[in-house]
């Protein structure tokens, strides 16, 4: 495997495509306007960024693998990764393809930094929810930064009108069940990652994709899949734009439990049969057997339930209130797509995304899209969220996506010195359900 810091000695700033060198430039200096980078020369920048190396024992440099894909064009890139190829195609369910480029055509540069912002365009004019667009980009940007540029098959996004299919080479470094949970990224392409995270565009933490589950659990969309090829060397993550599955009515369990309950009754006849002087020795034998079949059938119920909320783990039980977010048995029925089926020790620092609606996911954009924000316009955002309900602060932290501790140290705190914020248990700061709320007697003095 090629890694993405190697020094092409051969190749230096004539392979590289200017336009795109320069629309990276903008919109660097857009997210850092005083970053000393913004006053260097083009090759000095690039070196700074990691797109160019030195060999220090030579002292021959050239530009990297990682600034060859950001920032070359597919002719060249394919001279030094034959396998490369990037595709993008829709289609409305018929096999021909409605829209379609490709590295390959010719019409624009072909490397993966306009790949993805091309991709972004189209994603947020096609995709009226803002958080279902910034899903999309940040599986795009995962696909991105984790593939494997030297194998087979290239890197594909394919919309379809009930699901996205992102396809990449290259097999996950994490174990598959903690992608969605994980905390700690692997890196294939630490180089790319931080081109890419010097916009803003994404972090080392690898916290995207738990991000994605959140916000598909907010829609009540089917969880995201992920199929790794071990034969093709592939990761496949597919994110369906329908809902759960299968969603079991009221009328439905009932008719189940019902249905449950009188095979249990059916053993009444049994114990009038077996009621007699001769078979009373085999009457607590038989009893216990009944409480068996009953407990089983009953646990049965319970787990045909549990399967609805395709989140809930097998392991759970449906009346185990200690591993529920919201300590309220009624939840389960009320709410398929909780998060009450995370364990205990987690459900602490997630969201309930439930109480987390559409209007309060845009108020908070802009802290989202620019990591850069004066206090003052934190603040503003801040307070019009607390105008629409009170908030928690992990609640604050994953809708400004930042750190809890900043949120609180760089405008809770000082909100509530100014009285423009509350706290909902002013006696009890420590309250585990302590939420912020909108001082309106701020507004009236």
Request: charged share 25%.
């Amino acid at each position: 495997m090629l890694q993405d810091n190697l020094i092409l000695e051969h190749y230096g700033l004539n392979e590289l495509n200017f336009d795109t060198i320069k629309s990276y430039r903008d919109r660097f200096a857009e997210v850092k306007p005083a970053h000393p980078w913004n006053a260097l020369e083009t090759k000095e920048f690039l070196y700074k960024v990691g797109a160019w190396g030195k060999v220090r024992d030579t002292h021959k440099e050239g530009v990297t693998l990682a600034g060859l894909l950001l920032f070359s064009e597919e002719r060249i890139i394919t001279e030094v990764l034959p396998q490369y190829f990037l595709e993008y195609r829709e289609s409305k369910g018929n096999e021909e393809w409605t829209e379609r480029f490709t590295s390959q055509d010719g019409t624009w540069s072909g490397n993966i930094f306009d790949f993805y912002f091309h991709i972004h365009e189209i994603v947020r004019n096609s995709e009226p929810q803002p958080s279902i667009a910034s899903s999309l980009t940040e599986v795009l940007i995962n696909m991105l930064i984790h593939a494997d540029y030297n194998g087979e098959g290239g890197v594909i996004l394919e919309k379809q009108p009930s699901h996205y299919v992102f396809s990449n080479p290259g097999l996950l470094l994490v174990p598959t069940d903690s992608v969605f949970s994980n905390t700690v990224s692997q890196l294939r392409n630490p180089n790319i990652v931080k081109l890419f995270s010097l916009l803003g565009l994404c972090e080392r933490s690898g916290s995207g994709l738990k991000k994605v589950k959140q916000n598909w659990s907010l829609y009540h969309y089917k969880t995201p899949a992920i199929d790794q090829d071990v034969s093709m060397h592939r990761t496949v993550v597919t994110l369906s734009l329908s809902t759960q599955e299968r969603q079991v009515s009221s009328s439905e369990k009932d008719t189940y439990n019902t249905s449950i309950i009188d095979s249990g009754n059916n053993f009444k006849d049994v114990e009038k049969y077996q009621n007699t002087p001769e078979n009373n020795v085999e009457i607590d034998s038989y009893n216990k057997n009944k409480y068996s079949y009953n407990k089983g059938l009953i646990e049965e119920s319970n787990l045909y339930n549990n399967d609805v909320n395709s989140f809930n783990k097998e392991d759970n039980y449906y009346n185990n209130e200690s591993n529920l977010y919201n300590n309220d048995v009624n939840s389960f029925n009320n709410n398929h797509n909780s998060y009450n089926n995370e364990q205990e020790e987690d459900s602490s620092n997630l969201v309930n995304v439930e109480n987390i609606d559409t209007k309060l996911w845009d108020i908070a954009a802009l802290a989202r899209e620019k990591k850069r924000l004066s206090p003052n316009q934190m603040e503003h955002i801040i307070l019009e969220l607390c105008k629409e309900k009170p908030l928690m602060l992990k609640e604050f932290a994953y809708l400004l996506e930042r750190t809890p501790d900043g949120v609180r140290n760089n405008y809770l705190t000082k909100l509530l010195r100014k009285g423009q914020l509350q706290l909902k248990y002013p006696n009890q700061p420590n309250h585990p359900k302590q939420a912020y709320l909108f001082n309106k007697k701020d507004i009236e003095k």
